[in-house]
């Protein structure tokens, strides 16, 4: 009963050393990716050299030519997985981890996890500023549309209007 007890006391009192909060690495310490200064964070083991990410990956749907957005992908399982990236070996990434590749391409990337057990997983992450990109580029083209359609009204000699 004795031991019973203190084991119930020291699970009680010891923290998680692993959880699935964003921007976490497995262990007891936490790393926040979106905090570092180089190409690469969050991966247990590189295959490739991140100083090369931009020129090695290429998005599925690109927006624009700069090289200077970050990708953040999750590994959502309790299982190491490796990972690929526009069917690129990148690395291995820890379980419950968010890793991010810096200096990409805008755009949505096709990611591939393979685990331990040969479980596949595939996904689309888009990567930081794509989605502003995206949505100012769309703003852009509506506005461009609506000055196009006010000049058209305003001339009326224009194909659209109607015949005299």
Not at 27 to 33: A, D, F, L, S, T
Not at 77 to 86: C, D, G, H, K, Y
Request: aromatic share 6%; net charge negative; proline share 6%.
């Amino acid at each position: 009963m004795r031991h019973c007890l203190t084991l119930a006391l020291l699970l009680a009192t010891t923290p998680a050393t692993a959880g699935s909060g964003a921007m976490n690495a497995f262990g007891p310490y936490e790393v926040n990716p979106a905090l570092t200064t180089g190409h690469a964070a969050g991966f247990r083991q590189l295959f490739v050299d991140p100083a090369q990410f931009g020129a090695l990956v290429s998005p599925t749907e690109a927006l624009g030519d700069a090289t200077d957005d970050a990708l953040h992908i999750q590994n959502r399982t309790n299982a190491w997985v490796e990972l690929s990236v526009s069917g690129v070996r990148i690395g291995i990434v820890g379980p419950l981890t968010t890793v991010v590749l810096n200096g990409v391409t805008p755009g949505a990337y096709s990611t591939t996890q393979l685990g331990p057990t040969g479980m596949s997983l595939t996904r689309t992450f888009t990567s930081d500023r794509y989605e502003a990109l995206k949505s100012a580029e769309a703003e852009r083209l509506a506005a461009e549309q609506a000055a196009q359609e006010a000049a058209a009204a305003q001339d009326p000699a224009s194909e659209d209007a109607p015949a005299q």
